[in-house]
């Protein structure tokens, strides 16, 4: 790790904050029939929401997959929709295809606004109006176009580090953050990813529904999204390798991996097989010894 980047992490791990411009996505869903038809197509109850609160919800495919992961949330009697970049059009076009079927309309936002997902919440705004959600990074703050850069003068302003693609990658697995295409994908039952509050069981049905509900009310999960700290410092590791139990069975396999400075060590996200989720269980990636760890590494 250089030692600008080193400089720049200790400062957000410390007392300071950072930004990261990212492409996020923001989508607008209204209409009277709006909580109807997102009932039907995300894991979450959006009947429940309250002003200005919000929740993280799943798209599943009939077969309980995931297709994205999203934060929404409700102003008046319109919902508003975090996306990834990987994710944002095919959840647009996951919910636009339903706006001939009823009282139900949606919006692609995402080019009047630009995203700065800010680290943690010191950062005061006193200017720009903007639209904010919550997540493990922080917050992600939609700021609109003609205020972007005033909204980031303001940052700099009040000391804010500037984040760095590397530097986003180690506080994201730090922070315990899976990303669509690394991570997770298509291949991924929704509840593998093991996000808190992210399914509603109470709910009516929806696409996906009955194979979710069967795993949680008849059995359990093959595998989970957890973290590994290795013990060696500069481990040969990298994503899709194999772990195994301590007796050479097939115990998963890893997904992101990097250097955590806080810790020390190395880490990494990976799907663990269900006999090997307790927090502690030591692992082989290799020759290498790792041990299971819940998510986040760090609160």
Do not use: W
Request: include cysteine; proline fraction near 3%.
């Amino acid at each position: 790790m250089n030692t600008e980047l080193k400089d720049d992490y200790q400062k957000i791990r410390g007392n300071g904050f950072g930004f990261y411009q990212s492409q996020n996505g923001l989508i607008e869903v209204s209409g009277k029939e709006a909580v109807q038809f997102l009932n039907g197509l995300i894991t979450n109850d959006a009947a429940k929401l309250e002003e200005n609160s919000q929740i993280s919800a799943a798209f599943p495919n009939a077969q309980g997959r995931l297709l994205a992961v999203v934060k929404v949330m409700r102003h008046g009697d319109k919902f508003l929709f975090e996306t990834d970049s990987m994710t944002h059009e095919k959840v647009f076009q996951n919910l636009f295809r339903f706006t001939f079927a009823g009282d139900f309309f949606v919006e692609d936002l995402t080019e009047n606004f630009r995203c700065f997902e800010i680290s943690n919440f010191k950062f005061q705004n006193t200017g720009a109006n903007y639209i904010e959600f919550q997540s493990k990074f922080g917050k992600s703050c939609f700021v609109p176009t003609d205020s972007a850069e005033n909204f980031k003068k303001e940052l700099i302003e009040q000391n804010a580090v500037g984040i760095s693609d590397e530097l986003y990658e180690i506080l994201r697995v730090e922070n315990g953050v899976p990303k669509y295409g690394v991570d997770m994908d298509e291949t991924t039952i929704v509840p593998e990813i093991g996000i808190d509050g992210l399914i509603s069981y109470n709910k009516g049905c929806y696409i996906g529904q009955e194979i979710i509900a069967r795993i949680h009310f008849r059995g359990h999960v093959a595998k989970q999204l957890r973290g590994l700290i290795f013990d060696d410092e500069n481990p040969e590791i990298k994503p899709n390798d194999e772990i195994k139990s301590l007796d050479g069975k097939n115990a998963g396999r890893i997904t992101s991996v990097t250097f955590s400075p806080k810790l020390e060590k190395t880490i990494a996200l990976a799907f663990v097989r269900y006999d090997y989720l307790a927090e502690g269980t030591e692992l082989k990636a290799g020759d290498l010894t790792a041990k299971v760890k819940n998510l986040p590494f760090i609160e």
